[in-house]
């Protein structure tokens, strides 16, 4: 059993910054990702990072702009998001498999409570 808990979100300008971290706890080696979810719309990939932290995926929108990494000493996940614009207004959730790093959220099995992120004009 995986829990994860996000942090670090809140309101912020737009073209601010913001750096969300997901704190993982229980037994074993796992994948992670970010997601987020606005009102009225489906699930968005944002960005995955591989058990080591050697690959990451990135969506093209948020190419550039947003970093995922990780602290596996910590067991801590980080979402460095730069340039936010307003319509990236959404709840940001991590999620771990302890498959192959994806980008499809079905093959998480983990998710986190979520954390709000609000870019105001």
């Known amino acids: 059993q995986v829990q994860l808990v996000e942090s670090g979100g809140g309101l912020v300008q737009a073209g601010g910054s913001l750096r969300l971290s997901c704190a993982a706890s229980g037994r074993g080696s796992y994948a992670m990702g970010w997601f987020r979810q606005a009102p009225g719309k489906e699930r968005e990939f944002v960005e995955a990072?591989?058990?080591?932290?050697?690959?990451?995926y990135y969506a093209d929108s948020m190419k550039g702009r947003f970093t995922i990494s990780r602290d596996n000493a910590k067991n801590t996940a980080y979402l460095q998001m730069n340039s936010l614009k307003v319509e990236e207004t959404a709840v940001y959730y991590c999620?771990?498999?302890?498959?192959?790093?994806?980008?499809?959220?079905?093959?998480?099995?983990?998710w986190g409570q979520g954390t709000q992120v609000t870019v105001s004009p």
């Open positions: 999620a771990a498999t302890l498959g192959v790093v994806t980008t499809t959220p079905h093959r998480y099995g983990y």
């Open positions: 990072i591989s058990r080591t932290g050697g690959r990451t």
